[in-house]
């Protein structure tokens, strides 16, 4: 049996549907936000005076990149969660971050 999985993105704003992940660092975090097409231009022109006046950074091949969370903040229920995306037909990578739509059907998969 062939199965289908639709990702739809919800903007992280306002609810609506959301047209891109928008990937952005800032005090030495990186972060990303699902977002229209609409709030995202509205992120870009609120940054864009900011990048205009700002020097690009390159990264360093000699420096490593700092770990985006420790170890002891990992979610221990991300195999678990992992495993049952991929038994319930939903597009899924062994490694990375599992979109939070996933994580929510998980949650309410184990409650019902």
Known sequence: MAQKVNIILT???DGGEANETVRFSLDGGQFEIDLSAENAEKLREA???FKASARKVT???NQRAPK??????KNPDTPLIRQWAKENGYGVSDRGRIHED???AYYAAQQG
Request: zero cysteines.
């Open 11 to 13: 903007d992280d704003l």
């Open 102 to 104: 996933i994580r929510a």
């Open 59 to 61: 990264p360093n091949k």
């Open 68 to 73: 985006s969370a420790s170890s002891s903040s």
């Open 47 to 49: 940054v864009a005076p």
